[in-house]
């Protein structure tokens, strides 16, 4: 298990249904150590606190093995890492086998597992079209948050160490497929 790509991106202006809007859903690859703040990585933010970000939501991972299955979905759609608005994306750490209290060492920081990541419409605009939200939620394919345990440094390369929180309980999948 490792981190691929790191993705921070700060809130952009766009518009949508022509009106002004702010946005935090673009993100960038950065290179070298990133700094994990109590709310978020350095260089990252949301626009929209109500719902995005806070204390269960600070680090969003999407496993790059969706990645494949979504080539295949959109075969016209450019795929950079960072695309879903992932801060971190991963390899070999998937929603099947996570669950909420699981602990994630990351670098010099440490996470905890939270709640997976339901899709505002905000992933539309990213992707320039309305019929992702609905892709999305039938793939599957939600990736999840993370809390911030320990802030700390963390890069694009760096193992992930897992430590199961032992309560059982339903994977991110589970609870993902629950609300779909």
Known sequence: MNVLSVNVGLPQIVEYMGEPLATGIFKSAVEGRVSVGQFNLDGDAQADLR??????KSVYVYPSEHYAYWRDELPD???????????LTTEGILETGVRAGDRLRIGTAEFEVTIPRYPCFKL????????????????????????????GELSAGDP?????AGSGGKTISEVFSDRR
């Open 51 to 56: 719902v995005h970000g806070g204390p269960l």
């Open 77 to 87: 759609a450019d795929l950079p890492f960072g695309v879903f608005g992932e801060n």
């Open 124 to 151: 539309g605009i990213r992707f320039g079209r309305k019929d992702i939200l609905r892709r999305f939620m039938k793939s599957g394919r939600s990736g999840f948050y993370l809390s911030v345990v320990k802030t």
């Open 160 to 164: 992930i160490t897992f430590e199961a």
